[in-house]
């Protein structure tokens, strides 16, 4: 089965921190841009960050750069989410998202829950 | 606040079309070809449906097509039918945002 499948969210305190992972299974993530995509509660799509085939170039949505640090390891066909210095606005579920060119993500996981609250 | 507008809501009847528009500027909508559309139903996850404007991905209904004037992108839906109520989005390369706010359809 074509699937991406996000973990590792959860519920965490002010200033904490998480690492989501995003596992591609039947379908590889080789060659393509990656996405994480957030949806607060009630509320819109929203960017937050990507990487390009190789993982050396990386871009974040302002109000994320310098605490989150998104990652992939191309062997493992996995996409990665390290998430620190967590506020209450972070609290969403969180998408990772295969980008088949211009912003166009044709693969979604089903998103995983990141909740911070004190 | 979304650099692409769309109507929070829209309607329509079974078997009737309804029309969802995506607004953007000359940065984003106006100057790229590259307008996404995304079908969300409750506590699921987005599924692309529209690409590049106009294309329509293996296994979309053609009941669904894009189209583009100027700095607006519309979302069709003919024949409306109860498992088209959701939420939309479009996307666009090229502005400050890559999402509209979306759009809640309600199938009357």
């Known amino acids: 089965e074509v699937q991406l499948v996000e973990s590792g969210g959860g519920f965490v305190q002010p200033g904490g921190s998480l690492r989501l992972s995003c596992a591609a299974s039947g379908v590889t993530l080789f060659g393509y841009w990656v996405d994480w995509v957030r949806q607060a509660p009630g509320k819109g799509l929203e960017w937050v960050a990507n990487?390009?085939?190789?993982?050396?170039?990386?871009y974040y949505m302002d109000s994320v750069k310098g605490r989150f640090t998104i990652s992939r390891d191309n062997a493992k066909n996995s996409l990665y989410l390290e998430m620190n210095n967590l506020r209450v606005e972070d609290t969403a579920v969180y998408f990772c998202?295969?980008?088949?060119?211009?912003?166009?993500?044709?693969?979604w996981g089903q998103g995983t829950l990141v909740t911070v609250s004190s | 606040q979304s650099a692409l507008t769309q109507p929070p809501s829209a309607s329509g009847s079974l078997g009737q079309s309804v029309t969802i528009s995506c607004t953007g500027s000359s940065s984003d909508v106006g100057t790229y070809n590259y307008v996404s559309w995304y079908q969300q139903h409750p506590g699921k996850a987005p599924r692309l449906i529209i690409y590049e404007v106009t294309k329509r991905p293996s296994g979309v209904p053609d009941r669904f097509s894009g189209s583009k004037s100027g700095n607006t992108a519309s979302l069709t839906v003919s024949g409306l039918q109860a498992e088209d109520e959701a939420d939309y989005y479009c996307?666009?390369?090229?502005?400050?945002?890559?999402f509209g706010g979306g759009t809640k359809l309600t199938v009357l």
């Open positions: 998202a295969r980008n088949r060119g211009w912003f166009s993500f044709d693969l």
């Open positions: 990487t390009n085939p190789d993982g050396d170039e990386k």
């Open positions: 996307s666009s390369f090229g502005g400050l945002r890559v």
